[in-house]
């Protein structure tokens, strides 16, 4: 669809019709204009005429609709690196955790390869009310050191004593809850325990996995969408502010490990639905496990990746997911993708 419409109403009766004698005894379904006799019915194709062109004129809302132009969709923007720090190949001050500012109100917190192969990505998103800690990492680290660093960078910009936190999971697995114990210790911080219960009992969800809900961090609304199968507890997050998909280790370049097989079809065909007709500017996971070449990984345990994938995927991305697994059919396979694998443990 366009953009408003500009062309003035035209007269209403150019825009009914009536069957004319040649036309009903020859079948034709050609139509002739004719002015309407009953002016009640003409005041009321009017009204209606008039509430669909206000409609028209209501102007795109970023999340609810695809760009009509290629302007940027009126999201806020940010900038992601060509390339992460390199854990390695000497491990010699490398930081636990390279910050990067993808915007002053986003930071992506990576994890060095050399603190843990894993190398997972944090994410910390502010609102006017409060952050956002999405994972705590894997192993041993000073992670809340880092988060500090952010936290305090953010409030003196913004002229700030404090923020209240919320530190939440992506999912379970320890890689991504190994800092949960530090976090919980900061003061003016709520930790989401990472099991279905909690995760339901703080952000509203009744009915899991089926009800997507809405948790705002102060003029910042994000989408709080359940996609178990890697992990019992996953979810997603859509922040409309960006419009970036948080996806964790549900999608992300590298192994996409499937446990519960049914539970990770119904929730990619439920991330499907939620981003039809939705801008996503980025579909951000937790983890780099492919190269740059195509169809190729690097093997479990790798800790110097040079030559590593990109973090960031897109909406085509989960679209291809989504048929790959249609294709299987209820039976999910190992399949490697260009640049992602199927991986049923
Ligand atoms: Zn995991
Ligand atoms: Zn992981």
């Known amino acids: ?27 034709d379904l050609r139509m002739q204009p004719t002015a309407m006799s009953n002016p009640r019915l003409s005041e009321r194709i009017a009204l209606i005429l008039m509430l669909f062109l206000l409609l028209l004129l209501v102007p795109p809302q970023p999340g609810s ?8 969709a009126g999201v806020r923007t940010g900038v992601l690196p060509g390339s992460w720090l390199l854990g390695g190949p000497k491990c010699v001050e490398v930081p636990q955790f390279q ?23 944090l994410y910390l998103l502010f609102g006017k009310d409060k ?10 680290t000073e992670v809340i050191r880092y988060v500090r660093t952010v936290i305090d960078d953010w409030l003196r910009r913004n002229k700030r004593e404090s923020v209240p936190l919320v ?16 976090l919980e210790a900061l003061p003016g911080t709520t ?3 990472p099991d279905v ?11 899991w996995p089926d009800q997507i809900v809405q948790y705002d961090l102060g003029a910042r609304a994000l989408d709080v969408i359940p996609i178990p199968g890697h992990e019992k507890s996953s979810i997603a997050i859509y ?45 951000l996971g937790a983890h780099i496990e492919n190269t740059r070449t195509p169809y190729l990984d690097y093997r479990i345990g790798t800790v110097y990746q040079p030559e590593e994938h990109a973090l960031e995927l897109n909406r085509g991305h989960l679209l291809e997911l989504d048929e790959a697994l249609r294709q299987m059919d209820g039976k999910v396979v190992r399949m490697a993708m260009r640049d992602f694998t199927v991986w049923p443990k």
């Open 1 to 27: 669809m366009g953009g408003p419409l500009l062309t003035p109403l035209r007269p209403v009766q150019q825009f009914l019709f009536r069957c004319t004698s040649e036309c009903r005894t020859s079948g």
């Open 65 to 72: 609709a695809q760009a009509p132009q290629p302007d940027g």
């Open 99 to 121: 910050i990067h500012q993808y915007n002053e109100d986003l930071y992506i917190l990576r994890e060095s390869g050399c603190t843990n192969f894993e190398k997972p990505f």
């Open 131 to 140: 952050a956002l800690l999405l994972d705590t990492g894997a192993g041993k």
């Open 167 to 182: 530190v939440a999971h992506t999912h379970a697995h320890r890689d991504h809850t190994s800092g949960d114990q530090q």
């Open 191 to 193: 930790l989401v325990k």
């Open 197 to 207: 219960k909690a995760v339901q009992e703080f952000f509203g969800i009744s009915n």
């Open 239 to 283: 922040d409309r502010q960006t419009a970036i998909l948080f996806t964790g280790d549900t999608l992300y370049p590298g192994r996409l490990y499937v446990d519960d097989a049914a539970a990770f079809i119904g929730s990619i065909k439920r991330l499907v639905e939620f981003t039809r007709g939705k801008i996503v500017a980025h579909v």
